[in-house]
C-alpha cells in the first residue's frame, strides 16, 4: 500500500472531484457542436483549448502529485514539484476561456496572458519534479 501524505491526498482528493467540471465542459462543447451555441470559430477553438488543457492537466497533476512522494524535494520546491501542474490546469484553461469570452470575439483579449502564466508554472513545476526523481535514485 502507498502511503501519501495529507497535502497530496488532499490535492488528489480535490482533483478528482474537479473531473466533474471537466466533465460538464464536455457536455457544454456538446452543445456548441450541435448548434446550442453560436459561437465563432475562434471561440471554439480556444474552448476545445481549455476543456483539452484543463483535462490533461488534472490527470497529469494527478500523476505529479503522488510521484513528489518519491523525491526528497522540502519546502517551496515540494510544493511546486507537488501542486504547480495542477494549478496550471486552472491558471492556463482560465486564460483560453476568459480571453475568448466577449460576444463576437475572433482574436484573444488580454486574459491571454494567463495562457502563458499557466505554460511557465508547468515549465517550472514538471523540471522541478523531474530534478527531484532524479535526484532521489
Do not use: C
Not at 460538464?24 to 483549448?49: C, I, M, P
Amino acid at each position: 500500500m502507498i502511503s501519501l501524505s495529507d497535502p497530496t491526498l488532499i490535492l488528489v482528493g480535490s482533483l478528482f472531484l474537479a473531473f466533474v467540471t471537466i466533465e460538464s465542459g464536455g457536455w457544454y462543447l456538446t452543445r456548441v457542436a450541435t448548434g446550442g451555441h453560436e459561437l465563432t470559430e475562434f471561440q471554439k477553438s480556444f474552448h476545445r483549448a481549455g476543456h483539452g488543457h484543463a483535462g490533461m492537466f488534472v490527470t497529469l497533476g494527478i500523476v505529479a502529485a503522488v510521484v513528489s512522494e518519491a523525491t526528497d524535494l522540502t519546502g517551496a520546491w515540494l510544493w511546486l514539484a507537488r501542486s504547480g501542474i495542477a494549478i496550471a490546469g486552472i491558471v492556463m484553461p482560465a486564460g483560453f476561456f476568459f480571453s475568448s469570452l466577449h460576444r463576437g470575439a475572433t482574436m484573444p483579449n488580454r486574459w491571454m496572458m494567463l495562457v502563458w502564466l499557466g505554460a511557465a508554472l508547468f515549465a517550472a513545476s514538471a523540471i522541478t519534479l523531474g530534478v527531484g526523481l532524479l535526484r532521489a535514485t
